[in-house]
């Protein structure tokens, strides 16, 4: 149709398109024309989210695209589909969609406005400015109201989640801001949304993506690496502390304003709240144990979690009595809500969320070898108990999850593939190890039955292709990767300060920004604060979690030479071109810590199996976040840096160098001097010294 050309420059006649991009938009018609299954590794600077709009634009029905993050979901909406829709001159209908936190809801708003439960000014005034927002905005969609911390105390009061929401009942039915999001997304062409959506969403059967899904000729999943991950915490189970509060919370609201004094529902709410703070006082200890605070392949960057197996919480003093404790609570509020439940529509809602919680509670509670078969959160029955799922623990700082896990979702994802005649596209920077697509192709269960999941049906096999564009960039002139030989051992107790020393000498000859990339919180506090003794008093030392991100990614790009050290939130979807970002140091090889209560069930699966967990799971898992960490450096024809990855083992083993190959062609470098020139030299002379005096 677009001649010997290609898609782009056919459809966009003046157009340079890059060679990995135009084979990449060519890919994606293919897939399209015939209804086919793409997975696509297209490096950094292929110009993917054009080559795969384009086609998908063009061939003019509905689409669904779903990436990572909200972040990236809002850049797609308002930027780069507005830039093609453009340059092919289509009008066409688009909308985000989001999950239902993301939107104020009018009902518990004006809620939180007439219990006067905030106990702080700035709570207070936070509610204020969500109230002025919501009479305002279109959508209510709160990315839009600048100036709230992720993080506020209010964001629970001011939305709605599955569990409390009233569905028809709600006496704001009519101006909902979710259902008017849906309502716009059934009506458009495009339609984005996030991989936790659409995995919520199809966990759950709502009425959301799965509900557009049979109409979209096209799914383009962006960002594929993360869609394993993210999709087995959505096909599981969860239930927790926060749960609890908020349930204690809700109910003592409704009782007091629609059955006041025929329960003493603040006694109620207080004595659920006790229970499961009782709970997650039981795991307190654990906090800074076995499953100390890690990042990048651990657990999540909050200051002291924990991830317990379910063998480990059940040896936890006083464990059984706390949950029996909590159970009972419910119980009690369960007795409350149903004797008053003809006096309000939430009641009765409210009544359904205590007998949820109780089940979840129970069902965990029964522990791995007795579920077989329980029903999961789809009202589907389990595959086969404990072979597929781990039961576990995560303890936060203020929180207390309980967890069933599945431990690979290949064969719910690729039964929703192969039971969809639509065309699947999955693309994302980092899908290949060695440049095969094996184990991406074993995660997602797309024809690898030697990864021990359930693959694609023989007849469906030929719809697959796999296509690898190598990203543009001239990767071994505009960049260096410094490996030191020795004295960098990740066993050796004085490692992080070994890496802040390194990088004091390397940000102290770099004219740009920096970036320390760590794998756990314990060493990026380390490293800060030796970076802090070891740099000019003048030098910014940012550092994850003293602040929001968004607050620390401002502050980073305001400063041009300030120095950010962060954990797992920071090892990619960040993007900071030029001279923002043009060093990047790596303490440590990203490792999964085997302790964690998934890594080890998954490595146990993989033994039993007779394979290696190492070589199968641990190996490539590492290679995808080296790679994710390592492509801050490089967003741009014009960018350069220098990478350092302070393990020396990926020199010195065979495995090493097999991670060492997964990354782009840095140009090498043997010594810490050399790197240093390599910035030096870079740095434009004309605008003064680069390094510190």
């Not at 995995?199 to 899904?213: H, I, K, P, S, T």
């Not at 096209?218 to 969860?238: K, M, N, R």
């Not at 919370?249 to 329960?263: E, K, M, P």
């Not at 140009?667 to 810490?672: N, Q």
């Amino acid at each position: 149709m677009w001649g010997a050309h290609g898609l782009l420059a056919g459809a966009l006649p003046g157009w340079r398109a890059r060679p990995g991009q135009q084979a990449l938009a060519d890919a994606v018609r293919e897939a399209i024309e015939h209804r086919g299954i793409l997975l696509a590794e297209a490096g950094t600077g292929t110009g993917k989210t054009l080559a795969y709009l384009v086609p998908a634009l063009l061939h003019g029905e509905r689409v669904i695209v779903s990436t990572a993050t909200r972040a990236l979901q809002d850049q797609l909406y308002r930027k780069d589909l507005p830039l093609a829709c453009q340059a092919l001159g289509l009008q066409v209908r688009s909308t985000v969609l989001k999950g239902r936190a993301n939107y104020v809801c009018h009902y518990r708003l004006k809620r939180a406005q007439q219990d006067g439960l905030l106990d702080s000014r700035r709570a207070v005034q936070e509610l204020r400015q969500v109230a002025r927002f919501a009479a305002a905005s279109p959508d209510g969609d709160l990315s839009g109201l600048a100036g709230l911390d992720e993080n506020s105390p209010v964001l629970p009061l001011v939305t709605s989640t599955r569990d409390n929401c009233l569905g028809s009942e709600c006496p704001d039915f009519r101006a909902c801001f979710v259902m008017k999001a849906r309502r716009e997304a059934l009506a458009s062409d495009v339609v984005v949304v996030n991989h936790h959506l659409f995995f919520a969403d199809l966990a759950l059967r709502g009425d959301g993506v799965a509900e557009l899904l049979p109409a979209a000729t096209t799914v383009v999943l962006d960002e594929a690496h993360q869609l394993a991950d993210i999709g087995a915490q959505f096909l599981g189970s969860a239930v927790g502390t926060a749960q609890a509060q908020e349930l204690a919370r809700d109910a003592q609201a409704c009782g007091l304003q629609h059955a006041r004094g025929l329960a003493d529902w603040p006694m109620l709410a207080a004595a659920l709240t006790k229970a499961a703070r009782d709970l997650r006082l039981c795991a307190a200890g654990e906090a800074a144990g076995p499953g100390e605070a890690r990042g990048r392949g651990g657990a999540s960057p909050r200051p002291g979690p924990a991830r317990l197996d379910w063998a480990q919480a059940q040896a936890l003093p006083g464990w059984g009595e706390a949950l029996r404790t909590w159970q009972g609570q419910l119980e009690a509020l369960l007795g409350a809500l149903l004797h008053v439940e003809e006096a309000a529509p939430e009641f009765t809602r409210l009544a359904e969320r205590c007998r949820e919680q109780q089940r979840l509670l129970a069902t965990w509670q029964l522990g791995p070898h007795d579920a077989v078969g329980e029903a999961s959160s789809a009202g589907e029955p389990a595959a086969s108990g404990a072979a597929d799922s781990v039961r576990w623990l995560d303890v936060a700082t203020h929180h207390l999850r309980l967890l069933s896990t599945p431990l690979g979702i290949g064969p719910a994802f690729s039964a929703l593939l192969a039971e969809r005649a639509q065309a699947w596209v999955l693309v994302s920077a980092t899908l290949t190890l060695d440049g095969s697509f094996r184990y991406a192709r074993a995660r997602l269960g797309l024809g690898d039955s030697s990864a021990a999941v359930q693959p694609l049906d023989d007849a469906q096999a030929p719809r697959l292709r796999e296509l690898r564009v190598p990203s543009p960039f001239d990767y071994a002139a505009q960049t260096r990767l410094l490996v030191p030989l020795r004295g960098f051992r990740p066993a050796d107790p004085e490692h992080s300060t070994r890496v802040a020393e390194l990088a004091a000498r390397l940000v102290a000859s770099n004219p740009g920004g920096s970036f320390v990339l760590t794998t756990t919180l314990r060493a990026m506090g380390r490293i800060a604060a030796r970076l802090r003794e070891l740099l000019p008093p003048g030098r910014t030392v940012l550092e994850q979690g003293s602040e929001p991100k968004a607050v620390l990614l401002q502050r980073f790009a305001a400063d041009p030479r300030a120095v950010l050290v962060g954990s797992h939130s920071f090892w990619e979807g960040v993007d900071f071109p030029g001279e923002q970002l043009t060093l990047v140091v790596i303490d440590k090889l990203p490792f999964a810590p085997p302790d964690d209560p998934l890594v080890a069930a998954r490595l146990a699966r993989l033994e039993a199996a007779g394979r290696s967990g190492f070589m199968d799971y641990s190996l490539p898992q590492a290679a995808l976040a080296l790679q994710q960490g390592a492509g801050r450096l490089v967003r741009g024809e014009d960018d350069w840096g220098v990478l350092a990855v302070c393990d020396q083992r990926l020199a010195a083993t065979g495995w090493g160098r097999r991670l060492l190959g997964s990354l782009p062609p840095f140009g090498r470098v043997e010594s810490v001097e050399q790197a240093e020139a390599f910035l030096r030299e870079r740095a434009p002379s004309q605008r003064g010294p680069a390094a510190d005096d």
